[in-house]
């Protein structure tokens, strides 16, 4: 797991959160691709307390990585990689390319795989997390490059796919309807991590999803962890901090 740089609170929040095996269920099962949730046999996920992000890509990403399998038995890896920039990077699959050469060259490193499963590598799903404030839009790695004419050239261009989950498309009732308990606290501060109004918006909401579903033996840090991180990225001084919970805290909390 990479946390990249210690300054961005996105680093340490989110990977804090998903790093729970129960939360990280929870996350996959509503926000993956359902065609691929539908084939994942959950029960054998883990995480793998490795990362894949290189020097020159922590500019751009930190990463979680579960070992999980296919209801068949295939082993694969699921990569959520956690999107650093506010923007739509340029040419996003480029760092991808990277970061999938990074976690196959990681694979072949593993003392036990030149005798594991005829020394074959493991599928490797990349899941991106993003949470800027424009919509994301996917370009094909052909169409970084110029006009391709014919199959001739066309066939040296890599083809594959990765995994979206962009925030934005996401309502806040949406996400509420997700039914997501304490992970919904999780999700919805970093979907409005750079719009404190639209947050606040909601925080009464998030304050009954405390009281509803926090158990203050188990739950302490991570509601703890949750209001540091509003703190981080919303630049809200601990005065109005206070006055916020003190008008939107239930009581039992």
Known sequence: MSTG?????????????????????TFLRQFLDQQLAAVLDFDKLSLLRDSYVDEELQEFQSDLIYLCETKSGTPVEVCILLEHKSYV?????????????????????????????????????????YHGQKRWKDRSLEDYFHKIDGAEVGKYI??????????????????????????????????????????????GRLAAVMEIHGNLETDDQRITAFFVYLYSTSKVSPEDLFNLLQENMPETL
């Open 158 to 203: 890599p083809k594959f796919s990765y995994d979206l989950i962009d925030l934005n498309t996401y309502s806040a009732e949406e996400v509420a309807q997700m039914n997501l308990g304490m992970l919904e606290l999780a999700v919805v501060a970093l979907k409005f991590s750079r719009d404190l109004e639209a947050f606040l918006a909601q925080f």
């Open 5 to 25: 740089s210690i300054s961005n609170p996105h680093d340490k929040y989110i990977p804090e959160q998903l790093s729970n095996l129960e939360l990280a269920k």
């Open 89 to 129: 990077p340029a040419r996003p699959r480029i760092q991808l390319i990277q970061y999938l050469v990074n976690a196959w060259k990681s694979q072949i490193k593993e003392k036990d795989f030149d005798t594991g499963r005829d020394g074959l590598l493991r599928p490797v799903i990349p899941v991106l997390l």
